[in-house]
């Protein structure tokens, strides 16, 4: 008797594992930040942010908000567009036009133990005051948000609030 639930024990550990490592692999060929186009103009900016993972690798949401008022949503029942209000929208530019993005923003894409975590990774391009388009992305799940660059942090929650 022992012996059948150690062979069970053994076979329920090596089929977990082997379905972990399958779920982190597809959750890390997705980690790439997501692209996004930048409007013209001066004081141009974009966000767009996708979230997804979990225990069925689903994409969860997928957010566009561009400096013109245009944002678009995917949340895996069909594409919705909307305008954004002028004075959500002049918040949510202000947080991004004075964000303080490092060069290298850490990915913070380990699950670090938490294979059924969702992903959130965003990408923000805008215009910079000299006119270069320049680009910043991070990737995290939630037990890894702390390395992560706050002004992204406060993005997405603006995004996020503006997206319900």
């Given amino acids: 008797m022992r012996k059948t639930s150690l062979i069970a024990s053994v076979f329920l550990v090596l089929t977990l594992s ?75 530019g202000e947080a991004i036009l004075s964000a303080k993005f490092p060069q290298l923003a850490n990915a913070g894409d380990d699950p670090a133990g938490c294979y059924d975590c969702y992903m959130t990774a965003m990408t923000v391009r805008r215009r910079e005051p000299k006119g270069k388009d320049k680009r910043y992305s991070a990737t995290w799940v939630p037990t890894t948000v702390r390395s992560v660059p706050e002004d992204f942090v406060t993005i997405l929650r603006m995004v996020l609030s503006l997206s319900n």
Avoid: C, Y
Wanted: hydrophobic fraction near 35%.
């Fill in 18 to 92: 082997v379905l972990g490592s399958a779920q982190n692999a597809s959750s890390s060929a997705k980690s790439e930040p997501p692209p996004v186009d930048l409007p013209k103009g001066g004081n141009a900016w974009a966000v767009h942010v996708v979230r997804f993972g979990g225990l069925n690798a689903d994409t969860l949401r997928d957010i566009t908000i561009k400096s013109t008022g245009q944002m678009t949503i995917d949340s895996g029942q069909g594409k919705r567009e909307t305008m954004v209000s002028p004075d959500a929208l002049r918040m949510l």
